[in-house]
Structures are given as C-alpha cells and as structure tokens.
C-alpha cells in the first residue's frame, strides 16, 4: 500500500530539459540578482534623472510621440504614449519592464500576455495579466485575426498600453506630469520656424491626407490666420494618432452634415 504523502505528490515534472532551456533559466536568475545587486550599489540620483528628463522631453523628436488620442464612446481619449513611458524609464535609471505572452490558444482566438514594471532599486512593482482576444475592431464589427503577422502586431498594440500604465504606476507623479508639461511646450514650440510656415506645413501635410484647410479650420473652430502654436501642437497629435492607427481620418475629420435647407436653396424657417 502506498504511504499517503506519496499518493499526494504531484506528477513530477521532466526530468531532462533541454541544454537551451537550462541555460536561458540560469541566465534569467543571474541576471535578476545582478540588477538588484547594480541597483544597491548605484542607486539613482534624483537630481541627474529630473536633469536627464528635462533634456530629453525638450527634444522634438520625443515631443511628438509623447501623446496619443484615440475614439471611445463617441469622445475623444487623450495621453501619454508608451514611448514617452519608455523614455522616463530610461531616465529615472534602475527600473526594467517587460511584455510577456504567456500563453496563445488558435483554437479560441486569444493569447495570454503580461506587461510588467519593476524598480529594482526600491522593489515596487506593476504587472498586469491580460486576455487579447484575436480581433480587430471594425465599423461593420469585429473581425477575426489568422495571418500571424496581424496576431504578433494586435497582441504587441495591446501589451503596449498595458505596459504603459505599468511603467507609470511605479514612477513618481510629479516626473510624469512635468515631462508631459515640457514635451506640450516642446511641441507648441515646434522646430524654430515662424508660426505661418508651421500653418502652412500643417495644411500641406493633412492635404495629403485628402484634408482640405477648410475642414482644418472647422475643427479648430477659427480662421488659420488666428490659429495658436497650441493649435498647430493639437494637429501634430492627430496626425501622429492617424498614423498610428489610433484614431481615423473619419473620426477626427467627418464630413460636414448637409441641411435640407442648403440642398433646396429654401432660407432657415421657410416653406420650400
């Protein structure tokens, strides 16, 4: 008769792995204690990572990847980007971050991730496990993913914002919303150029998005020759969203509504 404890025992796990296997676990664990052991023996100083975040976010190239927006509800939704969550990563020093897909079931549609942040430094961590059903959200409704490629880029979307708010959860507050406040000047600032050949460039560039400078013009509310370099900042942000996939020309730009009263030629109030 067998003992109880060894009716209780698990099935073992296998006994061979393989020489890759082996070596990515001890490569994994080693690195780990490393960077606990770099982030005791360097910690951080704040005042070098407020500096370096300030250079940083006064870049152009940065500045115009910091916010998204995109559509939900009927509104608008507007934020911080994961590049710029990277970025402060970088910054604030001794802090790594991760996506993770756990686990992909084809058979129905959906694969497991996990985004994760951890300071390494102070030990606060924020991870998050996710289901990423494989769709993509269309007008008509959703549509089912097979291509592989189209599963890699929806699952990567998806842990991309989980990650984001990971990263943030364990950086300072005040970091964050003084980088956001810096890469918002940095844009209204733009690269040098007057105010009227950055209007211009606007007009040129959502021209060749089929935008007309007059559907530019009801979305902001005014004549281009009052637009503010906020205006122009707010028009980099669509475009980047546009490109991004976050939002759609539609969306952003819909097509004026026409009135009985136009098409007939009737005034407001009379009788055709």
Known sequence: MNHPIERMTPTAAP??????????????????QAAIVVAQQCPRSVGAARTAMQQSCE???LAERAFYRFRRAGSTVSGPTVHLARELARCWGNVQYGINELRRDD??????MQAWAWDVQTNARSSQTFIVPHMRDKKGGAEKLTDL??????????GARRLR???????????????????????????????????????????????SAERLEQKLGRNRDH?????????????????????SLDDEFPEPRV????ITGTPAGEQP
């Open 259 to 262: 009135t009985a009263a136009e």
């Open 227 to 247: 637009w503010t370099a906020h205006d122009i900042a707010q028009l980099l942000i669509t475009h980047k969203s546009i490109e991004r996939r976050e939002v």
């Open 165 to 211: 708010e990971a990263i943030f959860a364990i950086l300072p507050p005040w970091l964050v919303e003084e980088a956001k406040e810096i890469c918002t000047r940095t844009v209204e600032r733009g690269d040098g150029r007057p105010l009227a050949d950055r209007v211009q460039g606007a007009i040129t560039v959502f021209q060749g998005l089929g935008i």
């Open 59 to 61: 870049m152009t190239a």
């Open 15 to 32: 006994a061979r792995i393989g020489q890759g296997t082996a070596v990515e676990q001890s490569r994994a664990v080693a690195e780990v």
């Open 107 to 112: 058979q129905y549609g959906e694969s497991e």
């Open 149 to 158: 490629r189209d599963i890699y880029e929806n699952n990567s979307n998806m």
